[in-house]
């Protein structure tokens, strides 16, 4: 199974959920707010610091994948055009993640936060795990 765990309450997070959805042709992908039960209990089997809320994690059958690296393999089994992001693994790690932390520590200030986190329409629920 493939499991996006994002934070709930913020909005880039849910905007990215959305833009995910909407790419994803194949159906491939499940969802979970990190503040979910399915969200905690993958961070205490992952043994995530106290700071992951601002880690989009990727859990891959098993394999999980942290910051830029979940969200260049989410773009690469997107396919298409997306799967070109793969480029950006010449970049070292330690260099994309300085500019994911960025981001990631500004995302409230700088895209805004909800109170609680999303709820799926009925459509999307089955792509949503508690």
């Not at 491939?28 to 992952?46: D, P, R, W």
């Not at 393999?73 to 055009?81: D, N, S, T």
């Not at 994911?100 to 995302?107: G, L, P, S, T």
């Not at 799926?120 to 089955?126: D, H």
Request: hydrophobic share 40%; glycine share 6%.
């Amino acid at each position: 199974m493939k499991v996006i765990l994002f934070d709930g309450v913020c909005n880039l997070c849910n905007s990215s959920v959305n833009w995910i959805i909407d790419h994803d042709k194949q159906n491939q992908f499940k969802f979970a707010s990190l503040q979910s039960v399915y969200g905690q209990n993958t961070v205490k089997q992952l043994g995530l610091q106290d700071n992951y809320m601002s880690t989009v994690v990727f859990e891959d059958n098993g394999k999980a994948y942290l910051r830029s690296d979940a969200a260049l393999q989410i773009l690469k089994q997107l396919g298409g055009v997306y799967s070109l992001a793969v480029v950006f693994y010449i970049v070292p790690s330690f260099i994309r993640d300085f500019f994911y932390k960025i981001v990631a520590n500004n995302r409230y200030k700088w895209f805004g936060k909800k109170e609680i986190c999303r709820i799926p329409t009925p459509e999307l629920k089955s792509k949503f795990l508690e």
